[in-house]
């Protein structure tokens, strides 16, 4: 692979980053209310899969090379949301001195904060319950997909972040309204359409608060309309539709993503597909059969237990079990299901796929372990 750069051109910022976030990572814990033993597990397990896609981008290439090339080059970059701000974003660290291992390591941490918010999330489902739970939750936290994705140079890391302290911020949106507006602002400037899905979600969950008086939902409501007459064109300039005129447009546009990246071992036509079917395989496919490559068996691993968790939260749903742990449950179901049925109608490619996925995934895995095996457990740490 020919690169224009030398990816390990200065030391300097290294060691002192590793340090620092170490340290940095010690105080975040306590924040989320993670201990630190954990923390510290979860800190090294993620940068372990860090320099595992460093070196897979330094041989195979891939969208980090892209945009750190980009970045050093001379290229006048007008800011705008997406690849635009992963760009500059990075180039402010290149002027600086920084090298391609600093920025992966500087993504690795967002990606981190996300799985320690992830964690903090899963923690507070499993209480007091049992140890095959418990462990249950251990295995979908530390899934190989999490982790490998969220750790490179580019928009994974950060939306994953976003999502995870979305997550955090929904059990409890009366002290963290603060930081879920945070990660919605984080997302928007990565994603600009999932971030838009993230407000309209809070606002929605809002609106349909039985705690929340006429007067509030009508605000909301008012601000939800403004905001969207805001959003939407910025959403529609970023996906390319700046200039649809009406639905056929945005029919060519569906048919252009679901045809536009088929090639490849690991993508399958979803454009014949029905909606159910799409959203089935954007969640659960590859599977081991259909694995072509290493990265492919793991991946189908991990879905298998993703279709592992999906059956057991499904059969809690009909046992109607309760959820063991607060949380507004409208925006987060609202967020899984508007997520799933846009990206799973444009997406053909099951490698972006197993990206693109964990940024609703963890709302899913949360929802289930709150209810999975809660039949005589009421909230945290009550028993009937």
Known sequence: MYFNFDPVSNFLWTPILIAFFIIISLKICEYFKVNFKKSCFLFFWHTFFCFIYLYYSLTQGGD?????????????????FGTSFVVIFTRFFTNLGFSYVDLFLINNFFGYIGLLAFSSAIQSATYNKSRSIKLFGVILLLLPSVSFWTTALGKDAISFMAIGLALWAALDFKKRKILLLFSIFCMFLVRPHMGAILAISFIFALIFDKKTTIYIKIFLGLICTLCTALIIPIMLNYIGLGEAEGLSDVDQYVD??????????????????????QMVTYLFRPLPFEAHSVFALLASLDNLILICIFIMGSLAILKKNKPTVESNRIFLWIYFYFSLIVLASTTANLGIAMRQKWMFIPFIVFLFLSIIGSKNINLIGNKK
């Not at 980090?64 to 290229?75: H, K, L, P, T």
């Not at 252009?256 to 079917?277: A, E, F, T, Y």
């Open 256 to 277: 252009k993503r679901q045809n536009s990246n088929l090639g490849g071992g690991s993508s399958v036509d979803i454009s014949s597909m029905s909606l159910p079917m």
């Open 64 to 80: 980090s090379i892209v945009y750190y090339q980009r970045a050093i080059s001379d290229e006048l970059i007008e800011f705008n």
